[in-house]
């Protein structure tokens, strides 16, 4: 598979991203905050494999925004991911303790300040997407907040996780896991098509990019799935075995981890022919590499030595 441009994309374009996370990071200049800026900072940096915002960065492009456009989306996708991974660590939520190799945010920082770190989060991301749109004349900001509202809320990445509380030892048919699969598509749909929300694109073209972006989503949570049953929280830098000690049931339970890659790398060729529209332009070219890139990398615990993103957030 053909996935070097995208890994060659990354390593050129790591470092600018992570330079606009720490520029647009939300810290506060309140007496008082001090303990905030620093939970805001433990949270985003280090940071995951950063596969979000580089693959925003190229949907973005595609979509017609320009480049500084771009990277402001890329920083909003990120600071939604990070905002839905302090929360869904809560003990409330999945109760974890492991999150990118270190201890979960509301372990190191309180349950209270994990919290205010993800509005935080969230609401910074919508101040992006406004930034984002400064000088435009269209109706593209009206779209993009929209769009992110469904993403990101009941239709979205909330109800997907309404659907994981209420599976707790609770069987469940496949109509209702799909529900559950819209925690992870939702933002996955959102990275895809902010760039041509934003810029009043051709709905054919956002309509294609969300095609491709749902059909990432569902294979992420086929592969999330899978490593928790059977990953190692060394390599994947997270708790693992949470399903089942939640006893959620999941698309993968009752299936063979060779068939659970097997389908997830058919939905991601799936969504790769809604990319067909944009012929060869470079950033479609970048993306089909991206998919390439994570089909390669669906075995469990794939780690990277050259700083390329792997599937694990």
Known sequence: MQNEEFTSFVLSQRQRIEEA?????????????ERLN?????????????LRPHMTLAAA???????????????????IHTSSL????????????????KPALHIEFGE?????????????????????????????????IHEAGDCIGSGGMIAG??????????????????????KTRGLMRLMMVAGGVLADADHCDVDALGTFGECLGSAFQIYDDLGDMLGDRQLTG?????????????????????????????????????????????????????????VAAMGLGVATSDGAPGPHP
Request: one cysteine or more; hydrophobic letters at 45%.
């Open 21 to 33: 996370l720490n520029k647009h990071l939300p810290v506060s200049a309140a007496p008082g905050a």
């Open 38 to 50: 620093e939970a805001l900072s433990y949270a985003v940096f280090p940071g995951g494999k950063r």
């Open 61 to 79: 492009r595609l979509g017609g925004v320009t480049d500084h456009q771009a990277l402001l989306l890329a920083c909003a996708i990120e600071y």
């Open 86 to 101: 302090v929360l869904d660590d809560l003990p409330s939520m999945d109760d974890a303790d492991v999150r990118r190799n």
């Open 112 to 144: 209270g300040m994990a919290i205010l770190t993800g509005v935080a989060l969230l609401n910074q991301a919508y101040v992006l997407f406004a930034s984002a749109a400064s000088g435009t004349d269209n109706n593209g900001l009206q779209r993009l």
């Open 161 to 182: 996780q309404a659907t994981e509380l209420a599976l707790s030892g609770v069987p469940a048919d496949a109509v209702v896991l799909v529900s559950r699969e819209l």
């Open 238 to 294: 997270k708790s693992v075995g949470q399903d089942l000690r939640h006893l959620r049931p999941t698309a993968v339970r009752n299936i063979s981890s060779e068939e659970s890659r097997q389908l997830a790398s058919e939905v991601i060729e799936s969504g790769k022919t809604a990319l067909a529209r944009f012929g060869d332009r470079e950033e479609a070219a970048l993306l089909r590499s991206a998919a390439d890139f994570i």
